[in-house]
């Protein structure tokens, strides 16, 4: 293996920086840890996303938890989505005992217990800031995506979308795209109105949108289809100098699939769509964090899995990173895996001919190196130690370097009941999303109609009155419901357009 004295020499001036950086650990050589040799990752290089990979029980979670501590020290807030549910120690301070006062013997770093400004956020009944989106605002492109309807259906849905733009009926939850899809069915009035001005709809195809509504309701989109939406901008916050770490629970991913995958392509095109273009900003501005992401990509949708492509390659230059925490690098699609730029890689186990595969492949997307034999050490990595390579500030591959990890600052358990009451309770953001708005939109304008419909008027006379009064809408345009409705029109167009980029490379 390569000179003690040249490998200190080279990986020091590869790991450098001008500007501001974090620490994830020390270089080592033939296993010993080399207190010489910080692994450093520039700020400007973190929104060119990354991975972190390894078998189970190797480490991740808690070199996920190192680089959020990390970037909440530089101001930078992130976003994890807590699929184990394990990470929310984060919020109380970490606790010194005999394991790591022996590795911050070795590394001669500080080690500082201390808390970290978190907010609990969830897409399900837990407590935490309720994440929410209007139907309007997600649109039919996106809508039609994640209900996986075909080309029709999704030709159908953006009619039903035009047709509640026109007449005033705003999309607020799944009451109402249903309500209105009945009524263009079912009601008189409103099939007169469709086929008229739009053309023809099949019953049939507006059946099966209803079923495929009603399946989604059924994982639980209810609550998180409705007012007040999210806004992404609450991402941002910071506290006392420290980037605030928000970590979304979504525990129960295996059997909400649709409802994940729902919020995962809002989340995305609404980051894509409300932040500004960073440019060469010196650090990220957000950094999404997507634990356990082999799930992701197996039980998700493909709606799902080809929106993730087309972001990562396009939302960097919002200054946001995405990083992945699997298994094995494999889980993670080829188009994605090509444009990650730093990839931390705990111990792989070779137990099987398809593992030892598996640990070929993962070696093989390293730089070469003359000081470890790579396919032999990735097997036998201790725990708190990983194969590091990065982007330097001229965005270079930096030489592969065997790192031994720094441990969390932060509690390395999870939070109990009594401390999530109490950090929710305290919370501006729970209590600002807290309460559910029930805005006046098209269920009860159209439930208003057709009980007007009932009463003793022919209806021709009916759909003359109907015909006539345009003032109606226009009041319900004014009103605060039809106002959430017409702002984001502008931002639906060019939803479609991210939604169209999404539509190819269909995963099986």
Known sequence: MGDKKQFIEELNSRYASKGEYIVLGKGML?????????????????????????????????????????????????????????????????????????????????????????????????????????????????????????????????????????????????????????????????????????????????????RSIVALEQQGASSFFGELSFDVHDLLQTKDGKGVVNILRVSDIQSKPQLFSTFMLSLFAEIYMTFPEEGDSGKPKLVLFIDEAHLIFDESSKALVSQIETMVKLIR??????????????????????????????????FTAKDKKEITKAVENYPTTEYYDSSTLIQNLGIGEAFITALDEKGIPTPLVHTYLISPESRMDVLNETEILELTGKSSLVAKYEQVVNSESAYEILVGRMEQATQNVPLNQKTKNVKEEPGMFEQVLQSKAGRTFTSTLMREGAKAILGMLGLGGRRR
């Open 317 to 350: 230059s919002k200054g946001v990173g995405i990083y992945f925490i699997t298994q094995i690098p494999g889980d993670v699609p080829e188009s994605v895996l090509s444009q990650l730029g730093l990839k931390i890689q705990h111990a792989l186990r070779g």
């Open 30 to 210: 033939e296993g010993e840890v080399i207190p010489e040799v910080d692994v450093i990752i520039p700020l400007k290089t973190i929104n060119r996303h990354g991975l972190i990979a390894g078998a189970t029980g190797t480490g991740k979670t808690k070199t996920l938890q190192v680089f959020a501590e990390q970037l909440s020290h530089a101001g930078v807030p992130s976003l994890v989505l807590d699929i184990k549910g394990d990470f929310s120690g984060i919020a109380e301070a970490g606790n010194m005992n005999a394991v790591i006062e022996e590795r911050y013997a070795k590394t001669q770093l500080p080690y500082t217990p201390q808390a970290f400004p978190v907010e609990l956020m969830t897409i399900s009944g837990e407590k935490g800031v309720k994440l929410r989106a209007t139907v309007t605002e997600f649109g039919p492109i996106l809508l039609s995506k994640i209900l996986e309807l075909n080309d029709t259906q999704q030709s159908i849905m953006s009619i039903v979308f035009k047709y509640c733009d026109d007449k005033g009926l705003p999309l607020i939850d799944l009451n109402d795209l249903k309500k209105v899809l009945q009524y263009v069915t079912e009601n008189p009035q409103g099939k007169l109105e469709i086929s008229t001005n739009y053309g023809a709809i099949s019953p049939a195809s507006l059946g099966a949108i209803l």
